[in-house]
Antibody, heavy 118, light 107 residues
Framework: QVQLQESGPGLVKPSQTLSLTCTVS??????????WSWIRQQPGKGLEWIGY???????YYNPSLKSRVSMSLDTSKVHFSLRLNSVTAADTAVYYC??????????WGQGALVTVTS | EIVLTQSPDFQSVTPKEKVTITCRAS??????LHWYQQKPDQPPKILITLASQSFSGVPSRFSGSGSGTEFTLTINGLEAEDAATYYC?????????FGQGTKLEIK
Protein backbone atom coordinates (compact mmCIF):
# COMPACT_ATOMS: atom_id res chain seq x y z
CA GLN A 1 0.00 0.00 0.00
CA VAL A 2 1.04 3.54 -0.66
CA GLN A 3 0.48 6.60 1.51
CA LEU A 4 -1.67 9.42 0.18
CA GLN A 5 -2.30 12.97 1.36
CA GLU A 6 -4.78 15.46 -0.01
CA SER A 7 -4.15 19.20 -0.03
CA GLY A 8 -5.99 22.25 -1.26
CA PRO A 9 -8.36 25.05 -0.26
CA GLY A 10 -11.04 24.19 2.26
CA LEU A 11 -13.40 26.91 1.03
CA VAL A 12 -14.55 27.54 -2.52
CA LYS A 13 -17.09 30.08 -3.75
CA PRO A 14 -20.11 28.99 -5.77
CA SER A 15 -19.50 28.84 -9.54
CA GLN A 16 -15.72 28.68 -9.01
CA THR A 17 -13.36 25.74 -9.43
CA LEU A 18 -12.43 23.26 -6.75
CA SER A 19 -8.81 22.12 -6.99
CA LEU A 20 -7.18 19.40 -4.91
CA THR A 21 -3.85 17.64 -5.07
CA CYS A 22 -2.91 14.22 -3.75
CA THR A 23 0.70 13.47 -2.92
CA VAL A 24 1.82 9.86 -3.20
CA SER A 25 4.56 8.36 -1.05
CA UNK A 26 5.82 4.90 -0.24
CA UNK A 27 5.38 3.72 -3.81
CA UNK A 28 5.71 4.80 -7.40
CA UNK A 29 3.03 7.02 -8.93
CA UNK A 30 4.21 5.59 -12.24
CA UNK A 31 3.24 2.07 -11.25
CA UNK A 32 1.00 0.41 -13.79
CA UNK A 33 -0.61 -1.50 -10.94
CA UNK A 34 -2.57 1.53 -9.76
CA UNK A 35 -5.29 3.82 -10.96
CA TRP A 36 -5.21 7.06 -8.98
CA SER A 37 -8.70 7.88 -7.83
CA TRP A 38 -10.94 10.50 -6.29
CA ILE A 39 -13.97 9.68 -4.17
CA ARG A 40 -16.15 12.07 -2.23
CA GLN A 41 -18.52 11.86 0.71
CA GLN A 42 -21.12 14.55 1.26
CA PRO A 43 -21.85 15.34 4.94
CA GLY A 44 -23.60 12.42 6.58
CA LYS A 45 -23.87 10.56 3.27
CA GLY A 46 -22.29 7.63 1.47
CA LEU A 47 -19.38 7.36 -0.95
CA GLU A 48 -19.39 8.61 -4.54
CA TRP A 49 -16.73 7.64 -7.07
CA ILE A 50 -15.60 10.70 -9.03
CA GLY A 51 -13.12 9.03 -11.35
CA TYR A 52 -9.54 7.90 -11.79
CA UNK A 53 -6.44 8.38 -13.87
CA UNK A 54 -3.82 5.84 -14.89
CA UNK A 55 -0.09 6.50 -14.84
CA UNK A 56 -0.29 6.83 -18.62
CA UNK A 57 -2.82 9.61 -18.20
CA UNK A 58 -5.95 7.72 -19.25
CA UNK A 59 -8.96 9.07 -17.40
CA TYR A 60 -12.37 7.66 -16.49
CA TYR A 61 -14.97 9.91 -14.93
CA ASN A 62 -18.36 9.36 -13.35
CA PRO A 63 -20.92 10.44 -15.97
CA SER A 64 -22.79 12.38 -13.28
CA LEU A 65 -19.80 14.74 -12.97
CA LYS A 66 -18.03 14.25 -16.29
CA SER A 67 -18.87 17.65 -17.76
CA ARG A 68 -17.24 19.42 -14.80
CA VAL A 69 -14.33 17.15 -13.83
CA SER A 70 -10.77 16.87 -14.94
CA MET A 71 -7.85 14.93 -13.48
CA SER A 72 -4.15 15.14 -14.15
CA LEU A 73 -1.02 13.41 -12.99
CA ASP A 74 2.48 14.78 -12.47
CA THR A 75 4.97 11.95 -12.12
CA SER A 76 7.90 14.27 -11.47
CA LYS A 77 6.10 15.82 -8.52
CA VAL A 78 4.57 12.52 -7.41
CA HIS A 79 1.11 13.94 -7.22
CA PHE A 80 -2.17 13.81 -9.05
CA SER A 81 -4.90 16.41 -9.11
CA LEU A 82 -8.63 16.98 -9.28
CA ARG A 83 -10.45 19.97 -10.72
CA LEU A 84 -14.21 20.37 -10.43
CA ASN A 85 -15.72 23.36 -12.22
CA SER A 86 -18.84 25.41 -11.53
CA VAL A 87 -19.27 24.18 -7.99
CA THR A 88 -22.46 24.55 -5.96
CA ALA A 89 -23.34 23.80 -2.35
CA ALA A 90 -24.07 20.22 -3.42
CA ASP A 91 -20.33 19.77 -4.02
CA THR A 92 -19.57 20.36 -0.34
CA ALA A 93 -17.98 17.11 0.77
CA VAL A 94 -14.93 15.34 2.11
CA TYR A 95 -12.80 14.50 -0.90
CA TYR A 96 -10.60 11.42 -0.69
CA CYS A 97 -7.82 10.40 -2.99
CA UNK A 98 -7.28 6.67 -3.20
CA UNK A 99 -5.17 4.08 -4.94
CA UNK A 100 -7.18 1.56 -6.95
CA UNK A 101 -5.51 -1.79 -7.51
CA UNK A 102 -6.87 -5.19 -8.60
CA UNK A 103 -10.41 -3.96 -8.33
CA UNK A 104 -10.42 -2.28 -4.93
CA UNK A 105 -9.36 0.97 -3.29
CA UNK A 106 -6.60 -0.33 -1.04
CA UNK A 107 -5.00 2.97 -0.02
CA TRP A 108 -6.78 6.14 1.05
CA GLY A 109 -5.79 9.64 2.05
CA GLN A 110 -7.20 11.10 5.24
CA GLY A 111 -9.66 13.23 3.29
CA ALA A 112 -10.03 16.95 2.68
CA LEU A 113 -13.21 18.79 3.59
CA VAL A 114 -14.19 21.29 0.91
CA THR A 115 -17.04 23.65 1.67
CA VAL A 116 -18.71 25.63 -1.08
CA THR A 117 -19.89 28.90 0.36
CA SER A 118 -20.03 32.54 -0.62
CA GLU B 1 -25.22 2.21 -13.56
CA ILE B 2 -25.16 -0.74 -11.17
CA VAL B 3 -27.05 -0.07 -7.95
CA LEU B 4 -25.89 -1.77 -4.76
CA THR B 5 -28.44 -2.12 -1.96
CA GLN B 6 -27.26 -3.04 1.51
CA SER B 7 -29.35 -4.44 4.32
CA PRO B 8 -29.87 -3.58 7.04
CA ASP B 9 -29.21 0.16 7.10
CA PHE B 10 -28.57 0.01 10.83
CA GLN B 11 -28.00 -2.73 13.35
CA SER B 12 -27.46 -2.62 17.10
CA VAL B 13 -25.53 -5.67 18.29
CA THR B 14 -23.81 -7.01 21.38
CA PRO B 15 -20.16 -8.05 21.57
CA LYS B 16 -19.39 -11.65 20.57
CA GLU B 17 -22.50 -11.74 18.40
CA LYS B 18 -22.34 -12.89 14.77
CA VAL B 19 -23.27 -10.16 12.29
CA THR B 20 -24.29 -10.55 8.66
CA ILE B 21 -24.58 -7.65 6.22
CA THR B 22 -26.01 -8.23 2.77
CA CYS B 23 -25.25 -6.38 -0.46
CA ARG B 24 -27.43 -6.93 -3.53
CA ALA B 25 -26.47 -5.76 -7.00
CA SER B 26 -28.98 -4.64 -9.61
CA UNK B 27 -27.25 -6.91 -12.15
CA UNK B 28 -24.57 -9.56 -12.05
CA UNK B 29 -21.13 -8.32 -11.05
CA UNK B 30 -19.44 -11.74 -10.92
CA UNK B 31 -17.09 -11.50 -7.92
CA UNK B 32 -16.15 -7.84 -8.39
CA LEU B 33 -17.43 -6.84 -4.97
CA HIS B 34 -15.39 -5.37 -2.13
CA TRP B 35 -16.12 -4.41 1.48
CA TYR B 36 -14.88 -1.44 3.49
CA GLN B 37 -15.12 -0.31 7.09
CA GLN B 38 -15.36 3.38 7.95
CA LYS B 39 -15.12 4.81 11.45
CA PRO B 40 -16.12 8.41 12.22
CA ASP B 41 -13.74 11.02 10.82
CA GLN B 42 -11.60 8.36 9.17
CA PRO B 43 -11.28 7.22 5.57
CA PRO B 44 -12.71 3.84 4.60
CA LYS B 45 -10.47 0.85 5.10
CA ILE B 46 -10.52 -2.17 2.82
CA LEU B 47 -11.58 -5.43 4.49
CA ILE B 48 -12.47 -7.88 1.73
CA THR B 49 -11.64 -7.85 -1.98
CA LEU B 50 -13.19 -9.84 -4.83
CA ALA B 51 -16.09 -10.99 -2.66
CA SER B 52 -14.16 -13.32 -0.37
CA GLN B 53 -10.47 -12.47 -0.18
CA SER B 54 -9.40 -11.00 3.14
CA PHE B 55 -7.07 -8.06 2.77
CA SER B 56 -3.72 -8.26 4.47
CA GLY B 57 -3.86 -7.48 8.18
CA VAL B 58 -7.64 -7.72 8.51
CA PRO B 59 -8.76 -9.77 11.56
CA SER B 60 -9.93 -13.26 10.71
CA ARG B 61 -13.38 -12.62 12.21
CA PHE B 62 -14.24 -10.72 8.99
CA SER B 63 -15.22 -12.86 6.01
CA GLY B 64 -17.05 -12.38 2.74
CA SER B 65 -18.99 -14.59 0.39
CA GLY B 66 -21.23 -14.49 -2.66
CA SER B 67 -21.15 -13.96 -6.38
CA GLY B 68 -23.41 -12.66 -9.11
CA THR B 69 -25.91 -10.38 -7.42
CA GLU B 70 -25.89 -11.34 -3.74
CA PHE B 71 -23.02 -10.93 -1.31
CA THR B 72 -22.51 -11.13 2.43
CA LEU B 73 -20.05 -9.71 4.90
CA THR B 74 -19.90 -11.71 8.13
CA ILE B 75 -18.31 -10.71 11.39
CA ASN B 76 -17.86 -13.70 13.70
CA GLY B 77 -17.45 -12.70 17.33
CA LEU B 78 -18.12 -8.98 17.15
CA GLU B 79 -15.77 -6.75 19.12
CA ALA B 80 -16.39 -3.24 20.43
CA GLU B 81 -13.87 -1.82 17.96
CA ASP B 82 -16.05 -3.04 15.06
CA ALA B 83 -18.52 -0.19 15.63
CA ALA B 84 -18.45 1.50 12.22
CA THR B 85 -20.26 1.93 8.94
CA TYR B 86 -19.66 -0.79 6.35
CA TYR B 87 -19.85 -0.24 2.59
CA CYS B 88 -19.85 -2.58 -0.35
CA UNK B 89 -18.37 -1.45 -3.68
CA UNK B 90 -18.53 -2.91 -7.18
CA UNK B 91 -15.76 -2.64 -9.76
CA UNK B 92 -17.43 -4.73 -12.46
CA UNK B 93 -18.49 -1.77 -14.57
CA UNK B 94 -18.18 1.98 -14.78
CA UNK B 95 -19.22 4.09 -13.05
CA UNK B 96 -18.01 2.27 -9.99
CA UNK B 97 -20.61 2.43 -7.25
CA PHE B 98 -20.98 1.91 -3.53
CA GLY B 99 -23.80 0.67 -1.37
CA GLN B 100 -25.53 3.15 0.91
CA GLY B 101 -23.77 1.81 3.99
CA THR B 102 -24.71 -0.23 7.05
CA LYS B 103 -24.09 1.34 10.43
CA LEU B 104 -23.22 -1.06 13.24
CA GLU B 105 -23.76 0.10 16.79
CA ILE B 106 -22.35 -1.90 19.69
CA LYS B 107 -24.70 -2.19 22.65
Amino acid sequence: QVQLQESGPGLVKPSQTLSLTCTVSGGSISSNDYYWSWIRQQPGKGLEWIGYISFRGSTYYNPSLKSRVSMSLDTSKVHFSLRLNSVTAADTAVYYCAGYKTGAFDSWGQGALVTVTS
Amino acid sequence: EIVLTQSPDFQSVTPKEKVTITCRASQSIDSSLHWYQQKPDQPPKILITLASQSFSGVPSRFSGSGSGTEFTLTINGLEAEDAATYYCHQSRSLPQTFGQGTKLEIK
